[in-house]
């Protein structure tokens, strides 16, 4: 008979036995090395968040330092326009300069709205990008038993505090980044208004020195301009008489016989007269007469032939003639008075603006009591100092009135110079002309009596030659029956002499 199955030792008495207890063992040892593996994967975890938060900082500090540095490039430029307004030679030139400033202002604040708005999105891709590893490794990793993972309650619980932890850092250092972002922003934009506020405060002096500077060279090339234009006028009037002098010489050369008339005749006295009153007149612009010459103008009534007779060819009327000098000196002389009346306008202008009549009109303080009466400086000492000190362009505009003028006048000096030395040569060419016509004019009354010498016989012949035509005919008949009743005589008859 079978004996019955007995319990295995301590069943009975609730005492587990040496197997249960190994098995017990192992799953306590394998629940151990399990949590410990969570503990360091969550360490691993929270280790490298640590870490790409750091990386994160550093990416955005680096990208915040580049653009801070772009940014800092794009204000010294604009700065730097300042400096440009140095190289503007107009008023017009200096408008294209502030407006090339207002308009580099507007965009750098562009760029920098757009660099601000791609940094802010670098920091929050960059901090999402840690959310989103918490967030992952607690969608692949913290799963309890409920949901088919191996983490407890309490784990999950401590795991989800620390991943909070680092949440709440990476808010925290995400807020103050976009804060500093913002406040670049708002700090470059303060520094690109004072910078353009320091160009366009700077632009009112430089155009009250350009504004001074390009009417002083209007007035003194207005000067240069008239000087130009008649020594322009000299030279023609000197190479109009060359021209007739070369007509008169080629009127004088010998002609051949049966070519001189009337017309030459016409010409020969027609140029003379004209050279007369050319040279008169030449020599009145150059000042070379020191009274009016009296001469009878030339009657040309001879040379009619029919209509009403010309006028006679005489000397210009005196007042007509202005003197060459005395036109250059008198735009000097307007110049000079132009260019003074500017300069004393400006440096009165420029003291009134200086600080030292700032702090004139500036009331006094009242603990202080009224401030002594500043003593009366001379004329220009104020101005120097002030223009010593603020003007744009020192090369241009001296330091004083005085300065100014003396720069003026070394121009009108140039001019009057140039004036001199063309009062010279022309002096001088205007005598050899004299000698060269006075030379052609002994060669005159010859050639035209000549010619008209010649012409009036011709026109005797002529009118012999309309008287006879009509009794050539009867003439001939009479001479060929004179031969033939000459010629029918007895020879004793024919001649009786013999």
């Not at 500090?61 to 800092?72: I, V």
Request: contains cysteine; charged residues 20%; aromatic residues 4%.
């Amino acid at each position: 008979m079978a004996q019955p199955a007995t319990a295995p030792e301590g069943a009975k008495s609730g005492v587990p036995g040496p197997r249960a207890g190994r098995v017990e063992e192992e799953v306590r040892q394998a629940r151990s090395v399990e949590l410990i593996a969570q503990k360091r994967l969550l360490d691993l975890h929270m280790r490298s968040q640590s870490k790409a938060l750091g990386v994160q900082q550093q990416q955005v500090a680096a990208a915040m330092a580049a653009a801070g540095e772009a940014t800092q490039q794009w204000l010294a430029k604009l700065r730097g326009m300042e400096q440009l307004l140095y190289s503007a030679q107009s008023a017009q030139f200096l408008d294209i300069r502030r407006r090339e400033a207002e308009a580099f202002k507007d965009k750098l604040g562009r760029d920098v709205t757009a660099q601000t708005a791609k940094l802010a999105e670098a920091v929050s891709a960059a901090s999402q990008k840690v959310l989103d590893a918490n967030t992952k490794y607690a969608a692949d990793q913290l799963k309890g038993f409920e949901q088919g993972g191996r983490y407890a309650d309490a784990t999950i619980q401590q795991a989800q505090q620390q991943m909070q932890q680092v949440e709440a850092a990476v808010v925290a250092v995400r807020q103050q980044q976009l804060g500093s972002v913002e406040a670049a922003k708002t700090d470059a934009e303060a520094k690109a208004t004072e910078a353009l506020e320091a160009v366009l405060a700077a632009v009112p002096r430089h155009r009250q020195d350009l504004v001074l500077i390009e009417a002083l060279d209007k007035a003194l090339d207005r000067a240069t301009k008239t000087a130009t234009k008649q020594f322009g006028t000299s030279m023609a009037a000197a190479g109009a008489i060359s021209e007739h002098i070369a007509a008169l010489q080629q009127l004088l050369q010998p002609k051949a016989e049966g070519t001189a008339g009337l017309a030459l005749c016409e010409q020969v006295v027609g140029r003379s007269a004209a050279l007369r009153a050319a040279l008169y007149q030449r020599a009145q612009a150059l000042q070379l007469l020191r009274a009016p010459l009296a001469c009878e103008p030339v009657d040309m009534s001879l040379f009619t032939t029919g209509g009403a007779p010309p006028r006679p060819v005489g000397l210009p009327d005196p007042g007509a003639c202005v003197a060459v000098s005395a036109q250059i000196e008198a735009a000097v002389k307007a110049c000079e008075d132009e260019t003074s009346k500017l300069g004393q306008d400006y440096y009165t202008a420029l003291a009134a603006s200086s600080p030292a009549a700032a702090a004139a009109k500036r009331p006094p303080s009242p603990s202080k009591g009224p401030a002594p009466a500043a003593a009366k400086s001379k004329p220009g000492t104020d101005d120097a100092a002030a223009a010593e000190s603020v003007s744009t362009r020192p090369k241009r505009i001296p330091a004083s009135l005085a300065g100014m003028q003396e720069v003026n006048s070394k121009t009108l000096q140039e001019v009057q110079q140039q004036l001199q030395a063309h009062l010279t040569a022309a002096q001088r060419e205007l005598r050899a002309q004299v000698v060269t016509v006075y030379r052609l004019l002994e060669q005159v009354p010859a050639v035209a009596i000549t010619a008209f010498t010649q012409h009036e016989v011709t026109q005797s012949a002529a009118a012999r030659q309309a008287i006879a035509d009509p009794f050539e005919q009867r003439q001939q008949q009479l001479l060929q029956q004179f031969d033939a009743h000459r010629r029918a005589l007895h020879p004793s008859m024919a001649q009786p002499s013999r």
